[in-house]
């Protein structure tokens, strides 16, 4: 069974930058699409971005676009998020979360994903 440890969180000032890992277990990257989520205080959970499995379709929410990258490392079965130009707005608990190919990757339906993360913390603050 598919399953991820995320990892690379942490406290970040305003127009800094940092890179989420999700390493994968149980069961190789090759046959999942696998996205990020984040839940801010007080707000609703929201996509962030989509890799499907070969690594060559990417979306991204309008509100990252520019500033966050995903991509995949097939050796180390692991996807990054990597996250820069920081707002307050981005302080969030971040997910991965996969689902099976094929899934080509144009929005963000929680309910299409069957495998979850435990997430990692992401604080931008002064």
């Known amino acids: 069974q598919l399953q991820f440890a995320e990892s690379g969180g942490g406290l970040v000032q305003p127009g800094g930058s940092l890179r989420l890992s999700c390493a994968a277990s149980g069961a190789t990257l090759a046959y999942y699409a696998i996205s990020w989520f984040r839940q801010g205080p007080g707000k609703e959970r929201e996509g962030v971005s989509c890799i499907n499995s070969r690594g060559d379709n990417t979306h991204y929410a309008d509100s990252v676009k520019g500033r966050f990258t995903t991509f995949k490392d097939s050796a180390k079965n692991t996807i990054y998020l990597e996250m820069n130009n920081l707002l307050p707005e981005d302080t969030a608990v971040y997910y991965c979360?996969?689902?099976?190919?094929?899934?080509?990757?144009?929005?963000?339906?929680?309910?299409?994903?069957?495998?979850w993360g435990q997430g990692t913390q992401v604080t931008v603050s002064s």
């Open positions: 979360a996969g689902v099976s190919a094929p899934y080509y990757c144009s929005g963000f339906a929680p309910s299409d994903y069957t495998y």
